[in-house]
T-cell receptor, first 115, second 114 residues
Framework: GQQVMQIPQYQHVQEGEDFTTYCNSSTTLSNIQWYKQRPGGHPVFLIQLVKSGEVKKQKRLTFQFGEAKKNSSLHITATQTTDVGTYFCAGPSLNSGGSNYKLTFGKGTLLTVNP | DVKVTQSSRYLVKRTGEKVFLECVQDMDHENMFWYRQDPGLGLRLIYFSYDVKMKEKGDIPEGYSVSREKKERFSLILESASTNQTSMYLC?????????????FGNGTRLTVT
């Protein structure tokens, strides 16, 4: 079945450094979503990318969708301690019965920030 | 704001017990999902439902069943709990075309099976 791979698994940075997490799918995606989960919290939707080559920004966060719609990245400029958490990408895939779509999540990247 | 409420934040059960995890959403969403989250494994889909009384297996349905008798409520059932089902369980909902819409997650239920 379709797989969504995310790297790195962990990233520790000094406050003020940049951070990037990468997401790769084994199949072409109609869209990709990004979520953030704070420690002890639940995943919260950040953004959805739909178009090939799309770039979206949210303050210090930049999201990209690859031209082939099989990969995506999230880049954080000048990290802050409030950025700590696990970042997940997720893409749609057909369920085993082939009749319905579901979201498949990457395993996430845990970001820790040293103040 | 969408609210997804899971009935328990923490739950401790014994091996062999039947366990019910309840989830309620207040936004009239068609789609509801149950995921489990384990360190290093990310979020894995157990079951989902696109309509009342409808259910579909996700990636790891073994040992679980679900019930959706009303649109707003989606229950996860562990027929006979085992220690390998100790995990964080997350319920989520989304409007129609769920794969194209953001998921709204509940706060999670941390289940420990002893």
């Amino acid at each position: 079945g379709q797989q969504v791979m995310q790297i790195p698994q962990y990233q520790h940075v000094q406050e003020g450094e940049d951070f990037t997490t990468y997401c790769n799918s084994s199949t072409t995606l109609s869209n990709i979503q990004w979520y953030k989960q704070r420690p002890g919290g639940h995943p919260v939707f950040l953004i959805q990318l739909v178009k090939s080559g799309e770039v979206k920004k949210q303050k210090r966060l930049t999201f990209q969708f690859g031209e082939a719609k099989k990969n995506s990245s999230l880049h954080i400029t000048a990290t802050q301690t409030t950025d700590v958490g696990t970042y997940f990408c997720a893409g749609p895939s057909l369920n085993s019965g082939g009749s319905n779509y579901k979201l498949t999540f990457g395993k996430g990247t845990l970001l820790t920030v040293n103040p | 704001d969408v609210k997804v409420t899971q009935s328990s934040r923490y739950l401790v059960k014994r091996t062999g017990e039947k366990v019910f995890l309840e989830c309620v959403q207040d936004m009239d969403h068609e789609n509801m999902f149950w995921y489990r989250q384990d360190p290093g494994l990310g979020l894995r889909l157990i079951y989902f439902s696109y309509d009342v009384k409808m259910k579909e297996k996700g990636d790891i349905p073994e040992g679980y069943s679900v019930s959706r008798e009303k649109k707003e409520r989606f229950s996860l059932i562990l027929e006979s709990a085992s220690t390998n089902q100790t995990s964080m369980y997350l319920c989520a909902s989304s409007p129609r075309d769920g794969y194209n819409s953001p998921l709204h997650f509940g706060n999670g239920t941390r289940l420990t099976v002893t």
